[in-house]
């Protein structure tokens, strides 16, 4: 079977949804904070995806995410989707947000040092965010696509971790666990810029420390007989 690359298609940076203030598109977050964090507003972020070489001294924002690719995914593009939140911003009020037309069934699994939680419409909005706050939830996700040519191509992101017009540290932890019998691994975009990844037969873990936005493009190629 012969091979070519996909185009990939580059998308616009989030901005904030229709009629909301701060609202970010898909799965990024976004803080309804009255000031950012103390920090040189020259150094403040604006968006561009900056991996980080150590860690900061305060603790990160972390986003861990285990996206399950099932043989039904691979025909109509949905996804299940877990994931967790810690060392969320203690703030009083903040929404983890989702794009509304490639989200079904999201729903909250554990809330942590919250005062209260609840999903609202492709959201989830805390409020009174405590020092020890943890988040966990899961949903379907419209993100996997054929691109033809026996390629896969899913989407996971934008990441971002923004405080009204900055961007600030964030680590992120993504699983992805695939069909092993029937795909395997092709390509990842951003190529390995700041990324720590590890590939075993059935589930790919990418790790990142960043700051900006983060969106990344794993590509996954149908084998033999699959």
């Not at 150590?54 to 285990?66: L, N």
């Not at 989702?98 to 999903?119: H, M, N, P, Q």
């Not at 191509?153 to 600030?168: E, N, T």
């Amino acid at each position: 079977m012969s091979r070519r690359r996909p185009e990939r298609r580059r998308g616009a940076a989030p901005v904030p949804g229709n009629g909301a203030a701060v609202r970010a598109l898909a799965l990024g977050l976004a803080l309804l904070a009255p000031a950012a964090p103390a920090q040189d507003i020259d150094s403040i972020n604006s968006g561009e995806y900056t991996p980080l070489a150590e860690r900061p001294a305060t603790p990160v924002f972390f986003h861990g995410k285990r996206l399950t690719l099932t043989p039904t995914a691979l025909v109509d593009g949905w996804v299940d989707n877990y994931q967790c939140h810690r060392n969320l911003p203690q703030v009083g009020a903040l929404e983890i947000v989702f794009r509304e037309r490639t989200t079904r069934a999201l729903e909250l699994i554990y809330a942590e040092d919250v005062a209260k939680a609840w999903v609202e419409g492709p959201t989830v909005q805390l409020e009174k965010v405590g020092p020890g706050a943890q988040v966990c939830l899961k949903s379907e996700n419209r993100v996997l696509s054929d691109m033809g040519y026996g390629i896969h191509r899913l989407v996971a992101g934008p990441f971002f971790q923004r405080f009204l017009d900055g961007y600030f540290p964030m680590e992120v932890r993504l699983r992805i666990r695939y069909p092993a019998e029937r795909l395997a691994l092709w390509q990842i975009q951003p190529d390995d810029h700041g990324l720590v990844i590890d590939d075993k037969p059935g589930e790919l873990t990418i790790e990142a420390l960043f700051e900006g936005i983060l969106e990344m493009e794993v590509f996954f190629e149908e084998k033999e007989g699959g």
